[in-house]
């Protein structure tokens, strides 16, 4: 079991907006930053969202991320077919002292 | 741009050492943390532990008691023993570097490691 979690799957028609939530607590998102990370298909996770809100260089603005309390989102705007692919949430775990990550979730473009 | 590459044995016997090494070039391995995680068949992502350039490491507690994570600065490498494998290591293999200490900013491309007799 994960201590972030996430909807298992999610779906949008192409050019919708969709978004995906990542659930935890004090010790974790509530007191720590969450990045977020795509994995397409046979791929390695690839860093989306930084510290909350921050896009690294390349990644377009379609992508944004937000931080409420124990709860953070990732929302993607204009959904591609390219999009298709899992998501991840992460952030630090305070009371193991070790990183977590969510469950993971599937993004289908329908 | 800094590049990681995972390499090592893709099968390992029960009972013994899952060994890995992750190679960083493009930049030098002075500096930030550098992680090893692992994802499952059922695709859940676990962070196995870290260790700094200096040699500071800090490990999964589910891990800990069989986990060894080493640096080799001349060689811009680090790696991963995890001893005592069995099947639920069974798992894809990823090092990933932490800039900040609270994100992944770049990753290796993976290595499928099986315990298997």
């Known amino acids: 079991q994960s201590v972030l979690t996430q909807p298992p799957s999610v779906s949008a028609a192409p050019g919708q907006k969709v978004t995906i939530s990542c659930s935890g607590s004090s010790s974790n998102i509530g007191n720590n930053y969450v990045s977020w990370y795509q994995q397409l298909p046979g791929t390695a996770p690839k860093l989306l969202i930084y510290e909350n809100n921050k896009r690294p260089s390349g990644i377009p603005d379609r992508f944004y991320g937000s931080k409420s309390g124990t709860s953070a989102i990732l929302g993607i705007t204009g959904v591609q077919t390219g999009d298709e692919a899992d998501y991840y949430c992460?952030?630090?775990?305070?009371?193991?002292?070790?990183?977590?990550f969510g469950g993971g979730t599937k993004l289908t473009v329908l | 741009q800094v590049q990681l590459q995972e390499s090592g044995p893709h099968l390992v016997k029960p009972s013994e050492t899952l060994s890995l090494t992750c190679t960083v070039s493009?930049?030098?391995?002075?500096?930030?943390?550098w992680n090893w995680i692992r994802q499952s068949p059922g695709k859940r992502l676990e962070w196995i532990g870290y260790i700094y350039y200096t040699g500071d490491t800090n490990y999964n507690p589910s891990l800990k008691s069989r986990v060894t994570i080493s640096v080799d600065t001349s060689k811009n490498q680090f790696s991963l023993r995890l001893t005592s494998a069995t099947a639920a290591d069974t798992a894809v293999y990823y090092c990933?570097?932490?800039?900040?200490?609270?994100?992944?900013?770049?990753w290796g491309q993976g290595t499928l490691v099986t315990v298997s007799s």
């Open positions: 493009g930049g030098s391995i002075s500096s930030y943390y």
């Open positions: 990933a570097r932490d800039p900040n200490f609270d994100y992944f900013d770049s």
């Open positions: 992460g952030t630090w775990e305070s009371s193991l002292s070790g990183w977590a």
